[in-house]
Nanobody, 115 residues
């Protein structure tokens, strides 16, 4: 089992920045990749960014150049630095960990960008 706890969401004005954190605990050695997803009410959950255990990163086109995903293996934590935020970035952001035996989700953190 892997447990994920997200933090760092909040309210920010357009053009501002936020940093999300996701701390993993439990069987962290089994994690292959971690990522951030977001979901608006009534919509599908969508990929924001992924980082593999080897450090490879993948971003959705909508955030490329504005968001940066990183991980601190010593702290078992993944971060999402979000710059130049837009109102359309408003969503609940979820952390996901992928292992060989399953996937795990955090509880989500709200990000609201005002215009």
């Amino acid at each position: 089992q892997v447990q994920l706890v997200e933090s760092g969401g909040g309210l920010v004005q357009a053009g501002g920045s936020l940093r999300l954190s996701c701390a993993a605990s439990g069987r962290v050695f089994s994690i292959n990749a971690m990522g951030w997803y977001r979901q608006a009410p009534g919509k599908e959950r969508e990929l924001v960014a992924i980082i593999t255990s080897g450090g490879t990163t993948i971003y959705s086109d909508s955030v490329k150049g504005r968001f940066t995903i990183s991980r601190d293996n010593a702290k078992n934590t993944v971060y999402l630095q979000m710059n130049s935020l837009k109102p359309e970035d408003t969503d609940v952001y979820y952390c996901k960990a992928t292992t060989e035996v399953g996937t795990y989700w955090g509880q989500g953190t709200q990000v609201t960008v005002s215009s």
